[in-house]
DNA sequence: CCTTGTTGTAATTGACTGATAACAAGCCTG
DNA sequence: CAGGCTTGTTATCAGTCAATTACAACAAGG
């Protein structure tokens, strides 16, 4: 089958890049199957490959895209409104974008492996330093943002908050106190 | 090969079971391959699945032992003094049996899957519920406690807090504040 | 002692999966 | 328009892995 339109490496690679992403946050790292990536891509599995290497080179870009794009609402909020509490009501633009906080949470769960260790450490302090910088904020209060974060994270990724939670009382209860 | 000892099947699954805890805080889930569970355990791969019937209902068995556990280690802080601050100078225990939370944060992981994501909703609303009935918090205080813990537990995974550390200073300014 | 249930293994399988190789087709450039 | 570089595919492999089957050893009770 020859392939509808032909794109530049780079155009495809970043199609390629997008695909997985979604597809890493559906399933992790190692539930993800590189053959689904490449059909959420509509090019062939081999192909994936050779764009990205490896699949865990794949899976390094897909946490560095997120990192970036956290770190750009972070940006944008800090633009408005340099405050914490004024970046806390940003997360629900990180809840929007539901695939940035569950990629990197995948991303945690694979830092056993000692190549994505170390890509999600590096990531992660400069997401907080990111925030310390942005917001002047003490590092007290900006480890309390940062729990809140987590917390979201584990919540989205039980599909207990974000578009279309699973309803259950006590998520309700916790879900309402963040929305101070 | 002959087995050394002879053990009943109950007696024989626990010890599957702890080495299932072990392996999956390690590798997660998709991760995890029974053969390495088998191998820490000391019996063949085939038993492990005819113990527990397939890998996905182990890895439940798994997340239900560590939530029991978790519960169990709450109930014996709160016997000691049921304030919320209390508790909290008892996620130290929690960081010392490292597995408990790794095996927690791969299950939220894991939660894309239905079955996993029923079993692991349930057994965080649980806990989430037991500690507003031992402290009397509320859902906010409650809420902060539990966001402090999910931090911990991604620090965790990330080996930048718990026995053996990896040194980053920005990481070490963050545990410096959960001292409080 | 024998026979029946239980604990355990060895052998195997069938499906999957990341990666490689070989090839094809399009596009630019001289 | 010829030649080479880029984009993309098909075919295939070598390894892995959960699960099944069949069998073996052992213990306990009659």
Redesign the pocket.
């Known amino acids: ?3 509808k ?8 690679g970043d199609e390629v890049l997008r695909a997985a992403v979604r597809a890493f946050a559906a399933s992790g790292y ?1 539930g ?5 990536i ?1 059909r959420l891509a ?6 994936v ?10 899976f390094l870009a897909a946490i560095r895209s997120v990192c970036d794009r956290i770190e750009e609402i972070f940006r944008e909020a800090a633009a408005e409104s340099p405050e914490l509490s004024a970046l806390g009501r940003n997360y629900e633009r990180l809840l929007a974008e539901r695939e940035l906080l569950l990629v990197l949470l995948h991303g945690f769960s694979a830092s056993g492996d000692p190549v994505i260790g170390d890509c999600v450490r590096e990531r992660f302090g400069s997401i907080y330093t990111l925030i310390r910088d942005l917001t002047g904020a003490t590092p007290e209060q900006a480890r309390e943002f940062l729990s809140a974060g987590m917390l979201m994270t584990v919540m989205s990724a039980m599909q207990l908050l974000g578009p279309d939670p699973i309803p259950m009382p006590w998520a309700a209860e916790i879900a309402k106190t963040f929305d101070n």
């Open positions: 089958m020859t392939p339109v032909r794109l530049t490496a780079k155009e495809r190692e993800t199957k590189t053959d689904e490449a509509g090019v062939s599995q081999p192909y490959i050779r764009l990205f290497g490896t699949k865990q080179q794949l």
